[in-house]
């Protein structure tokens, strides 16, 4: 959370509906549970209804999990028959049974409050003061406020207090009024505690001996006109160049309005939320707006004094490919993979500190970086099970330049000015702990084993273990708003199965595709059902929508992403295993990587988290079984391609660019980019899979790096788990550069290039024209290669580096006395890149009254034919098989130097006859 301003006026006691008594040590009205454990375990309150956990508001208590529904507090037991602990008595008993050995470690309690006095909207916090023996976590409205005594992060009924309570101290906490609204009523308050029992008490997994356990608790507020303030963003969603979404949180329910304009002092347009009941989430989405255009914006309150705003508060409107599409624009891309660290709540971790310090870094060094157009997300984007909070304090918290709570950050205002395209990861599903609406405590991976065998329908783990892979109701497809159907409306806000973790969009010549690896679709997993290429007829809903959208893409540049990586080994996984969800990655390189590459769908790139690594392919086809298949003369094959080349983009052997052919009818292969370490890192294997030594795998052989391996390791070199980083993309027109940026340093340790339509095989005919090139002897030359550094021309009497200028395409030398005729060869420096030109004269009149001085070589097979309004002055050597015409108003001087060969030079004839000759001829005027 952040940037409060809260203002004390009165400390009072809540009041309360009549029957409920105020909330002081002592209050009655409470609801207990608690499980007898069955054989050693112990299970928490079951969701009721199915989805929706004790702790939310809206549970509803299931018969025989809940008794005892009036309880007074203190509640808890002790051992002297008096029941009385430090001192106090302990009002409610609780009961477990005849066995004083086999308590449950857990307790469950509950209760709904109702502000009447002051709507809950005046108080700008609360102040919990807590007894508790041992531990005990409290959330209001299913927002946890209160953590005492437990570890952070998930934690179970098996789960012990961090050290034995020996006393009854009141332990306090402000809780700032931002906890979540009662679903019902604005002015209620369901508050729910777990009670736990420390580790030197539990037997047998969650049984305990303990002697006693104690929970009370008094909640007073703080009135205050509480400031409404921006508690997550405001971040840009679904990009179109006419239209954007704004979204952002408050701390306070009210009506959202955003207002917009081409100038920073200019804000003269405004929207209201999309939802006009007082909310704390907003979503405002702009339309009408200008294609490639810069627009300032600020995120206000309808009525309030609200009002975020800043010269860095601005986006810009795409180009797309289909309507606007600009080949002088520049797109830039920034890339982050399993971006949040296993954190506590609240706080933040180096390395994703530090991969975006790094990233930081880069940009001040290359400004061109600081103008990002679009953020990908791989997927992971919020450790440990992607909860709603776990995205406050591990992705929107840390990423947000102007949050107070991370004074040091400062970040470029990325999430300020740069639309988020998120995929969705195995721990936006709950993959890391206990599943909201599942009685067990296993999470998702666990309870969802599949069989390795399973690779056709894949839900064979059945729809409960499946409950959030189907009908999505995880916080990721609320806090994103995912395109759909040109961006008209989002899946997001679709009910049950038919939200969409998959969507396609195009940003100026690139057209990008975002999959859901994790999800099931009609029970289908993400290759489930995919037919043999080329039928395109199955039932599994996200393969279906995909064949047709990668059949009917028309951008130049194709590029991929979602979570799971097809080829990977290490950073905790390896992608021949199938033990568990490992599987995962095999299917996906057996039958959709296999399909895509049967289908030729022309795809550039594609990127992937899961490793908490970094590793990346050169342009890889054919590849689909396991690794040790892996033949590099076989699946890096691309000659013409430079398939076999790390694409580094250097004169060093074996690092020209990739070099791909839009027109190409065969498959040219693609680059696989595992990119999963922006927050995670790993370096030791996952020991629950056993996948073996991370040390890079075979496919994924364009990046090298230095870092030694893990112990015991020999490393291949072509893995960085050592440091973190993001990735970073560029395209211009028909060029794609591609960067893994490290952790800190910002140091640049990977990069590829890929370019299409270059090296082409026919000769560019350069016109010298009249008028123009009025010295025909020096002019300039736009190379038209499309690639920047030094270029180099070489030719019958011109060779080695020429001059060079600066453009935002190909480079322009002056080439001095070009030819008529020779073939030049332009090469850039690293020679992987080359050009063939062949200069002549437009047959058309020089319009100089004074004449014409040619000084060129004449052997071309092409007619040249040289008119002047004034004289023509040649003064050079007519090689064989060379035909020239001059023509001139006054007169024609051929100076023909070195001597004119022996045979025929001049003679003069018709178009018929000798082999060589030149025709010079009076005219009367130039057309
Ligand atoms: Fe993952």
């Not at 006095?117 to 209001?140: E, H, M, Q, V």
């Not at 984007?381 to 709570?405: I, K, L, R």
Request: glycine share 8%; charged share 15%; aromatic share 10%.
């Amino acid at each position: 959370m952040k940037k409060y301003a809260i203002i004390p006026i009165l400390l009072l006691m809540i009041k309360y509906t009549s029957g409920q008594l105020p909330l002081n040590f002592g209050s009655t009205n409470w609801d207990y549970s608690y499980k007898q454990p069955v054989g050693g375990i112990c299970t928490p309150p079951s969701d009721s209804p199915s989805g929706t956990s004790w702790t939310s508001p809206n549970y509803v208590k299931p018969a025989g999990e809940w008794t005892f529904a009036t309880q007074t507090l203190p509640i808890g037991y002790a051992t002297s028959s008096s029941n009385i602990y430090g001192g106090l008595a302990i009002a409610s008993i609780l009961p477990y049974g005849s066995d004083a050995a086999n308590k449950p470690t857990t307790a469950y309690l509950r209760q709904t409050i109702t502000l009447t006095t002051n709507p809950r909207s005046s108080y700008s916090s609360f102040t919990l003061k807590l007894k508790a023996d041992d531990g005990a976590r409290i959330y209001f409205n299913g927002t946890q406020v209160a953590n005492h005594n437990l570890p952070s992060g998930s934690i179970n009924p098996n789960t012990s207090a961090s050290v034995v309570g020996t006393d009854i101290s009141d332990y306090t906490f402000v809780i700032p009024n931002t906890f979540a609204l009662h679903p019902s009523d604005p002015n209620k308050i369901t508050i729910t505690a777990e009670v736990h029992q420390s580790t030197a008490s539990l037997i047998d997994n969650c049984t305990t001996l303990s002697s006693d356990m104690f929970f009370d608790m008094e909640l007073t507020g703080t009135l205050g006109s509480m400031t409404p303030a921006i508690t997550r963003g405001p971040y840009l969603q679904l990009p179109h160049p006419t239209g954007i979404q704004v979204r952002w949180r408050t701390n306070t329910p009210l009506v959202g309005r955003v207002c917009f304009g081409t100038s920073s002092g200019s804000l003269t347009t405004c929207v209201n939320d999309l939802n006009t009941v007082p909310s704390n989430d907003h979503i405002v989405s702009l339309t009408g707006l200008i294609p490639y255009t810069t627009y300032f914006y600020s995120a206000q309150h309808t009525t309030g004094t609200l009002v975020e705003s800043s010269v860095n508060h601005k986006f810009r409107t795409p180009v797309t490919g289909t309507d606007f599409y600009d080949a002088n624009k520049t797109t830039r891309i920034w890339v982050t993979g399993d971006a949040s660290e296993e954190i506590p709540p609240g706080s933040k971790t180096p390395r994703q500190d530090e991969v975006l310090n790094g990233f930081k870094t880069y940009q001040a060094a290359n400004p061109g970086s600081k103008d990002l157009d679009l953020w990908l997300l791989l997927g992971d984007n919020a450790y440990v099970n992607g909860t709603d909070s776990e995205y406050s304090t591990g992705f929107f918290d840390p990423y947000d330049d102007m949050n107070t709570a991370f004074p040091g950050v400062t970040n470029n205002h990325i999430m300020k000015q740069t639309p988020i395209m998120p995929c969705v990861g195995n721990h936006d599903y709950y993959a890391g702990g206990p599943i909201p609406g599942l009685s067990s405590s296993s999470p998702i991976e666990t309870l969802n084993q599949l069989p390795s065998s399973s690779f056709t329908v894949v839900n064979s783990g059945g729809s409960a273990n499946s409950n959030f892979r189907i009908n999505k109701n995880n916080p990721f497809f609320d806090i994103f708003s995912l395109p759909s159907n040109g961006f008209a409306s989002k899946y997001s806000t679709s009910t049950g199965a038919s939200k969409k973790g998959y969507y396609s969009y195009n940003h100026n010549n690139i057209h990008f595709v975002c999959l859901d690896s994790y999800g099931f679709y009609d029970d289908y997993l993400i290759y489930g059902g995919l037919p043999t290429y080329p039928s395109t007829a199955t039932a599994n809903p996200q393969m279906s929508w995909l064949i047709n959208d990668l059949a009917n893409n028309t951008q130049k540049w194709t590029i991929m992403y979602w979570h799971h990586a097809p080829y990977t080994r290490g950073g905790g996984h390896f992608s021949d295993q199938t033990v568990g969800d490992e599987f995962i990655l095999k299917g996906i390189r057996e039958k959709l990587i296999e399909y895509l590459d049967a289908a030729n769908y022309k795809i550039d790139l594609v990127l992937n988290g899961h490793s908490h690594s970094y590793e990346r392919s050169r342009l890889l086809k054919g590849h689909h079984s396991d690794e040790s298949t892996f033949t590099g003369s076989v699946h890096n094959n691309n000659a013409a391609a430079n398939a076999n080349h790390n694409g580094k983009f250097t004169s060093a052997a074996l690092e020209c660019p990739y070099i791909k052919n839009t027109s190409s009818a065969t498959n040219e292969g693609i680059v696989y980019v595992v990119t999963g370490s922006a927050g995670q890192l790993q370096k030791t294997n996952t020991p629950t899979t056993g996948i073996g030594p991370n040390i890079g795998h075979l496919a994924l052989n364009g990046a090298t790096f230095s870092s030694s391996p893990a112990p015991g390791i020999t490393s291949r070199g072509t893995i960085q788990e050592e440091k973190g980083g993001s990735f970073y993309i560029e395209v211009t027109d028909n060029r794609l550069d591609a960067k893994f940026i490290e952790e800190t340093t910002g140091a640049v340790t990977d990069k590829f290039t890929i370019f299409k339509d270059v090296n082409p095989a026919a000769v560019t005919v350069r016109n010298i024209m009249p008028g123009l090139d009025s010295d025909p002897s020096n002019i300039l030359l736009n190379a038209g290669l499309h690639f920047g550094d030094f270029v180099s021309l070489s030719g019958p009497t011109i060779s080695g580096t020429q001059g060079f200028g600066s453009g935002l395409f190909g480079y322009i030398t002056n080439v001095v006395t070009p030819q008529i005729g020779p073939l030049y060869t332009i090469s850039d420096a690293t020679g992987c890149l080359t050009e063939k030109v062949r200069f002549h004269f437009t047959p058309d009149c020089w319009p100089l009254s004074t004449g014409v001085t040619i000084n060129n070589l004449f052997d071309s097979p092409v007619i040249e034919h040289i008119r002047s309004a004034g004289t023509v002055t040649a003064k050079n050597t007519v090689m064989p098989n060379t035909k020239v015409i001059f023509e001139a108003v006054k007169s024609i001087n051929l100076e023909f130097q070195p001597p004119a060969p022996s045979v025929n030079l001049f003679e003069v004839k018709n178009k018929t006859g000798a082999n060589q000759y030149f025709i010079a001829r009076p005219i009367s005027s130039c057309p």
